[in-house]
């Protein structure tokens, strides 16, 4: 048997599927007919997690063995199919969600934009029920985060609110996700952003592979930003993306701030990419001060592993399939709780008026949005037999995972009113809310990721049932 590393590497690998098919059977996808076993009150079933085969360990593993280890050939060749998959102009990969959030907002703050930098002070509407690091970067960075309210149909933005919250000369962007993979109404709000000419930053992490009007989000804005974290649409175990929508000076600046603030655009390893190495006088620097070691920004580190992106290769051929698997467990799920209507408000698309066994009621605007469910939302009728939390409780005793809309209303979190009572001008906000509390204290969600299995919804469905029975 012959000996070579290249040898040895393919032998390797092919105990690693070996390996793989027998140790992580439970990470199959859920539509394959050998998947997971399940023995109801006793499997648990996540509300999310890794959905993988040996395709991506063999694709990790491959990396590993080449021992790159940094940001290399893989990471480049993920960015450029992300890229293509989604349709915009550059992806950048970084270490999480989160960062790439803090890349987005921070990129603003360039002054390499110009005229239309921001500045400490500035707003940016944003919404008040969601996860904590879509507003954090904005206060990081010195803005103000204007809170306008969601509503608790599509968990989405009110947007008749957004012009109460527009300050001519303060207001300087939109910064939303879209809640729960269901696209926000980007009509409405890329519109708004036309007409007053801010900055649009999409929070795409919980809705890659959703649609409005046949167009993917994370497309519409300047910038767009994913995550790749376990729970998400595709996973590369930790991991984000900045995606750059058409001005591709936002390449530079987010690169440059996810790169420790660099001016220099070479990749990792390789040297004089713009042909004049020793060639620039920047800042107050002796005129051919190395281009490697010149920062334009007080950047970050931010970067992910080129083994991440490796697995990501993977995942991403799975994503279409993922995305129906979503779609399909989500609506199997409707059907089985139809008749809880009296008890339960259920989620719709935005642009959405009513669902029916047949498909979706739609309204006038002749917009569509597709969601690629991150999660199937209950939310508890007020005045009912029961609170959201004892339902979570009934959940987590039969194992079925669930969780609320990650920090509800973030204006009731900690931190939050910390800094509303320390700094009151940190913060501004439009209305009452009362459609991010009613989302905090009356709704929760369970899985619709694309690892369950037919037995695993029914259990769920009769579970809810049972619950509901009693009461």
């Known amino acids: ?95 999480s969600g989160s960062s790439a959030n803090l890349l987005a907002i921070t990129a603003l703050s360039s002054h390499k934009l110009g005229a239309k930098r921001l500045k400490a002070g500035d707003e940016i509407i944003t919404v008040a029920a969601g996860f904590p690091t879509t507003v954090a970067p904005i206060i990081q960075n010195g803005f103000v985060p204007v809170f306008i309210d969601n ?17 001519e000369g303060k207001t300087k962007a939109v910064m939303m996700a879209h809640t729960l993979g269901n696209p926000f109404d980007l009509a409405a709000v890329t519109d708004f952003c036309k007409r007053h000419d801010l900055f649009l930053i999409e929070d795409n992490c919980d809705a890659l592979g959703s649609t409005y009007d046949g167009k993917p989000t994370g497309t519409f804005g300047d910038l767009s ?69 010149i920062y334009s920004h007080l950047g970050y580190n931010l970067k992910p592993l080129d083994l ?10 799975k994503l279409p399939r993922f995305t129906q698997a979503r779609v399909e467990n989500w609506n199997y799920l409707r059907k089985g709780l139809a008749d809880l209507g009296e008890f339960f408000e259920f989620v719709l698309p935005t ?6 066994p047949e498909g ?81 204290n009356e709704a929760l969600f369970v899985g619709t990721y694309p690892g369950l299995t037919l037995p695993m919804l029914d259990y769920m469905i009769e579970t809810i049932h049972a619950f509901v029975k009693k009461r």
């Not at 998400?232 to 790169?259: C, P, Q, W, Y």
């Not at 642009?351 to 029916?356: F, R």
């Not at 001008?425 to 989302?439: C, T």
Request: include cysteine; glycine fraction near 10%.
């Open 225 to 293: 930003t994913q995550s790749f974290y376990p729970p998400h649409h595709i996973t590369l175990g930790e991991g984000g993306a900045v995606n750059i929508g058409n001005n591709m000076l936002f390449k530079v600046v987010v690169e440059s701030f996810r790169d420790w603030g660099r001016d220099c655009w070479c990749a990792s390893g390789v040297d004089n990419t713009c042909g004049k190495r020793f060639g620039w006088q920047l800042g107050e620097l002796p005129e051919g001060y190395d281009h490697k070691y």
């Open 360 to 440: 979706f009621v739609w309204d006038a605007s002749g917009h569509r949005s597709a969601p690629s469910w991150f999660g199937f939302m209950l939310m508890v009728r007020p005045g009912g037999p029961f609170t959201k939390t004892a339902l979570a409780k009934h959940l987590d005793q039969h194992k079925i995972g669930n969780r609320m809309l990650f920090g509800g209303n973030l204006l009731r979190q900690p931190a939050f009113v910390t800094l509303r009572k320390e700094q009151p001008e940190a913060i501004r906000v439009v209305g009452d809310l009362a459609g991010a509390d009613r989302i905090m």
């Open 351 to 356: 642009h959405a008026k009513a669902w029916t």
């Open 308 to 317: 991440q992106a490796a697995i990501g290769l993977e995942q991403l051929k």
């Open 1 to 95: 048997m012959s000996n070579t590393a290249d040898d040895l590497k393919q032998q390797i690998l092919a105990q690693v599927r070996t390996f793989s098919q027998q140790k992580h059977g439970a990470n199959r996808p859920g539509y394959e007919s050998a998947a997971r076993a399940f023995v109801p009150g006793q499997t648990t079933i996540p509300y999310a997690g890794r959905v993988f085969t040996e395709d991506e360990v063999v694709s990790a593993t491959s990396a590993l063995l080449d021992f790159w280890l940094t940001l290399g050939s893989c990471g480049e060749e993920f960015e450029k199919q992300l890229a293509a998959f989604l349709g915009v102009k550059r992806t950048l990969l970084v270490n």
């Open 151 to 167: 509503d608790p149909v599509t968990l989405n933005a009110r947007v008749e609110q957004l012009e109460a919250a527009y300050r």
